[in-house]
T-cell receptor
Framework: NAGVTQTPKFQVLKTGQSMTLQCAQDMNHEYMSWYRQDPGMGLRLIHY???????DQGEVPNGYNVSRSTTEDFPLRLLSAAPSQTSVYFCASRSAASGTDTQYFGPGTRLTVL | DAKTTQPTSMDCAEGRAANLPCNHSTISGNEYVYWYRQIHSQGPQYIIH???NNETNEMASLIITEDRKSSTLILPHATLRDTAVYYC?????????FGSGTRLSIRP
């Protein structure tokens, strides 16, 4: 299993540009989440999904859109990038089965918005 | 989701047990206690979780008080590779919200 994969690893955007961060998992996990981590800070939940077709907002959803058309993929879209969105973005997945609550994280995408 | 309180930083000598405390006084009956750690800039790594009983795995032990208002993560023989930020989280839902964690430094 590849686990949770994220692309790209690094990205530089100009203010106002849009882009999609990709996340995929091959573990057939129902739950997927997106977090951002600013320098020296903890992780903050952006959006999450409990299954294909179902998404919900986390702590800091503004400026981001998500969709979940398949179990495997959970892309994060930045609609109009702003310097405040400069951060490291982590995607995670977890099984919904009781007793198997391990959340697996991807390697992260480092985004800089100029 | 219940909030957690952890010390900002701790240190421990290599080879000794590292005991990381966490307060979660507003925890609900169906909320689990999770511990994750983040080494440098990598994605967080799951360590252990529990509901009421103490738990042990190959990485650590989790001790939860009887009233479930606090817990302690124990790394039995800390090594330099255990230097990381450790997050204590309580959650019953599909979303897991991280706090600011404890920065653990292991000294040689």
């Amino acid at each position: 299993n590849a686990g949770v994969t994220q692309t790209p690893k690094f990205q530089v955007l100009k203010t106002g540009q849009s882009m999609t961060l990709q996340c995929a998992q091959d573990m057939n996990h129902e739950y997927m989440s997106w977090y951002r981590q600013d320098p020296g800070m903890g992780l903050r939940l952006i959006h999450y999904s409990v299954g294909a077709g179902i998404t919900d907002q986390g702590e800091v959803p503004n400026g981001y859109n998500v969709s979940r058309s398949t179990t495997e993929d959970f892309p994060l879209r930045l609609l109009s990038a702003a310097p405040s969105q400069t951060s490291v973005y982590f995607c995670a997945s977890r099984s919904a089965a009781s007793g198997t609550d391990t959340q697996y994280f991807g390697p992260g995408t480092r985004l800089t918005v100029l | 989701d219940a909030k957690t309180t952890q010390p900002t930083s701790m240190d421990c000598a290599e080879g000794r047990a590292a005991n990381l405390p966490c307060n979660h006084s507003t925890i609900s009956g169906n909320e689990y206690v999770y511990w994750y750690r983040q080494i440098h800039s990598q994605g967080p790594q799951y360590i252990i979780h529990g509901l009421k009983n103490n738990e042990t795995n190959e990485m650590a032990s989790l001790i939860i008080t009887e009233d479930r208002k606090s817990s302690t993560l124990i790394l039995p023989h800390a090594t330099l590779r255990d230097t990381a930020v450790y997050y204590c989280i309580v959650s019953s839902a599909s979303k897991i919200i991280f706090g600011s964690g404890t920065r653990l430094s292991i000294r040689p």
